[in-house]
């Protein structure tokens, strides 16, 4: 089976695991699923799924916690997560979004439209090359230097980890600085046209960004989008 299409489902009804598992196993996916979030870490290393989907009440350690234990651990920095919830509240997406989640899917959801989430997630990360129109692997301006090739970010000579997403966003913008990238460039550069994501994701990403980086390498152009600072 090829690893690009193994799953790992992780929800504590077991109802929920035997339907997704049946509707995704009829599509071709190889499916693994965990009631249990305190044993995800172990199911990862053993499993080394491409996609995880996982729902944000869980017992003991829930699932924002659950998504960040995986987004600490560079390793594991490849694979999508995507919440699937019945939590609907925009604070709930925001914290998964800001937990590292790529996606956001809310319950109940149909077979086939899940099924079209999961193949659109995976067919995104198999072509994804967000940065078009730059060859280049090694971004440096004034202190912040950003290699695309080992994903690192050092600024004044401290080592930033960023989650996939976060670092694909600062590469864009930091590839042309000065230009304005209106909001549905990057959406479309960095999660893809078939990829339905809420409308505060670019948001929080840059959000995180700025808390993680000392200084503010990225602008807000209020109604447009976002551009990245050459006046620091």
Known sequence: MNISKRVLLIDDEKYILEFLSYNLTKEGFEVMTCNDSNSVLNLIEEFQPSL???DIT????????????????????????????????????????????????????????????????????????????????????????????????????????????????LYLLASKPGKVFKREEIFDKIWGDDVLVGGRTIDVHVRKIRQKLTKQYITTVKGVGYKFNTNM
């Open 58 to 169: 869980m017992p003991n350690i829930d699932g924002i916690e659950t998504c960040e234990a995986i987004r600490s651990n560079p390793k594991y920095d490849h694979i999508i997560i995507a919440f699937l919830t019945a939590r609907a509240e925009d604070y709930s997406q925001i914290a998964g979004l800001e937990a590292g989640a790529d996606d956001y899917i809310k319950k109940p959801i149909k077979p086939k439209v899940l099924v079209s989430r999961v193949k659109a997630l995976l067919r995104r990360k198999s072509s994804e090359n967000p940065y078009h129109e730059s060859s280049k692997e090694l971004i440096e301006i004034s202190d912040l230097r950003i290699d695309r090739e080992t994903y690192s970010v050092n600024v004044e000579n401290q080592n930033i980890f960023l989650p996939r997403k976060e670092f694909e966003l």
């Open 52 to 54: 995880i989907l996982i």
